[in-house]
């Protein structure tokens, strides 16, 4: 039996009057690849910021492994949406991967390991970046950017690993790559990997969820897929 | 020059100031472009302008006045905007305007002669007084020791805050702290350039040194080289034709911009010509 290692219930979030959120539960388990659908507005990127921490509830609780809203007792990556970072700050591949590495104390004088010097460059080699490690951001194309994004998750080693569009603004290409390398570590690792290629994931993710401010149907890729896109939707919540 | 610097007290006074202003505006101006808070930093300057007149009126040094409302509405923009977000650029141009409107009511009720209020709207880097040098050192001090003490954190911080704050640092802090250093700055600069152009010095530095390099720790050093550039060469000017040291000095920097960034574009055509041939 998998270990659930964030359970939302009754989750809400409102930006101002809007209502992104509302009554959503969802109980995420160890070693799940999951992927969140859903049309635009429908809640996806606020359904991954309630779980960092980036966005705040207005009602409900989000437990991380049985205890109330204790962020810290897992360890989360996270990947950005390309247009939520600038991309032409003036920083270094190399530079932005080693701010995995930090913690969440302010520390004078901080200097990064010579081993925090090896993991983030073994960290690109695996996304294929170790040739770009000096470059600035700037040069880099879009899918580029999303690997090194992804670099700088997976060198603070999380337990799970959230997505949200990585990708998106980037070339049919690069998308491939990407997914393929999600894949890859979905096998170690829980992924929550929010994107609107449906086809292209649904084969590979072990549940899908559509959201639509709340969970509309969850389960089996295949079912929930057609329960959403391909069959007039009563919208009501159905596990499949 | 030289021997009108070692001669006259208030030339040496503007040197030391120079020094001070360039490498404070050097270091923020930098985080100010990257955070896109040039209106912000408009905003805070601009109110600081009733800090002034309440200092006329009751009778303390102006700059003091003026640190302490650039302070508050540093901290008043970002607590509002984040109570009622998206709405950011009217409370700036509401803390604009009412620090100006205050600073004329106060000024206009300060009994007797109208005080000489130029030298804080447009700046006299002339009439620098030893208060004034003696804050600015010490303003100065505070932000230098922030940002290179805990220079990886602030480079984290900018380029990806949500990301930081996935890291559980504490954001806020850190948003509130680059706010005070951003209002500490405005006032260091306002003697130099004053509060009407301080937005200059805090944006022209870093927009040229991102011509040159696109290292963080290099930008800022040469930000800072830039801005001593625009100072002296500014107040040279002012002290031989006697104009305002705060309009030459905004001139030079955008002059020199334009320069730079002309020669770049200039140069990066002639070796696509060269690449081609």
Not at chain 1, 192 to 205: A, G, M, N, P, R
Not at chain 2, 85 to 97: E, H, N, R
Not at chain 2, 215 to 231: G, N
């Amino acid at each position: 039996m998998s270990v659930p290692l964030i359970r939302l219930e009754n989750v809400s979030c409102m930006y101002g009057k809007i209502s992104a959120l509302k009554n959503l539960n969802l109980t995420i388990y160890e070693g799940d690849y999951i992927g969140i659908i859903g049309p635009n507005g429908s809640g996806k990127s606020t359904f991954v910021k309630v779980i960092l921490g980036l966005a705040k509830l207005s009602e409900g609780s989000i437990y991380y492994l049985d205890q109330l809203n204790c962020r810290k007792k897992i360890k989360m990556g996270y990947v950005p949406q390309i247009s939520d970072v600038n991309r032409y700050f003036p920083i270094s591949v190399l530079e932005v991967v080693l701010t995995g590495k930090m913690d969440s104390s302010i520390k004078p004088f901080f200097k990064y390991t010579s081993n925090d010097y090896i993991e983030a460059f073994r960290m690109l080699k695996m996304v294929g970046l170790e040739e770009q490690k000096d470059r600035q951001i700037s040069e880099l194309s879009g899918g580029e950017f999303q690997k090194m994004m992804i670099a700088r998750s997976l060198i603070m080693n999380p337990d799970i690993l959230l997505l949200d569009e990585p990708t998106a603004m980037v070339d049919v290409s690069s998308q491939r790559q990407i997914l393929n390398l999600i894949r890859k570590l979905s096998k170690n690792m829980t992924i929550i990997l929010v994107t609107h290629q449906i086809q292209d994931i649904i084969k590979h993710v072990n549940k899908l969820v559509y959201l639509e401010k709340n969970v509309i149907a969850e389960g089996n890729p295949e079912e929930v897929y057609k329960y959403a896109y391909l069959k007039p939707v009563n919208h009501r919540r159905k596990t499949i | 020059m030289i021997k009108a610097i070692l001669e006259y007290q208030f030339l040496q006074y503007a040197i030391i100031a120079a020094f001070m202003a360039s490498i404070v505006s050097g270091l923020i101006s930098v985080i100010i472009v990257e955070k896109k808070l040039v209106m912000m930093t408009g905003g805070i300057a601009h109110t600081s302008y009733g800090g002034v007149g309440l200092s006329f009126l009751v009778g303390f040094q102006p700059i003091v006045g003026a640190f302490l409302f650039s302070i508050m509405a540093a901290l008043g923009i970002s607590f509002i905007n984040n109570k009622l977000t998206g709405i950011k650029d009217i409370v700036i141009a509401m803390f604009w305007s009412l620090g100006m409107a205050l600073g004329v009511l106060f000024v206009g009720m300060t009994p007797g002669y109208p005080p000489n209020i130029q030298s804080y709207l447009f700046g006299n880097i002339l009439s620098v007084t030893g208060f004034d040098l003696i804050l600015m050192a010490v303003l100065t001090v505070i932000v230098v020791v922030v940002i290179v003490i805990f220079f990886q954190d602030w480079k984290a911080h900018l380029f990806d805050q949500e990301f930081t704050k996935v890291l559980r640092k504490k954001t806020k802090i850190m948003e509130n702290v680059l706010l005070i250093l951003i209002a500490i700055t405005v006032v260091v600069l306002i003697r130099v350039v004053g509060i009407i152009l301080v937005i200059a010095l805090l944006s022209v530095p870093a927009a040229t040194s991102s011509l040159l390099t696109s290292k963080l720790h290099l930008r800022m050093i040469y930000s800072s080289l830039f801005s001593l550039f625009f100072i002296l060469t500014g107040l040279f000017i002012s002290y031989l034709t006697d104009y305002s040291s705060g309009a030459i000095i905004v001139f030079v920097g955008i002059t020199t911009y334009v320069l730079i960034w002309w020669a770049k574009i200039r140069s990066a055509k002639i070796s696509i010509k060269k690449a081609r041939a």
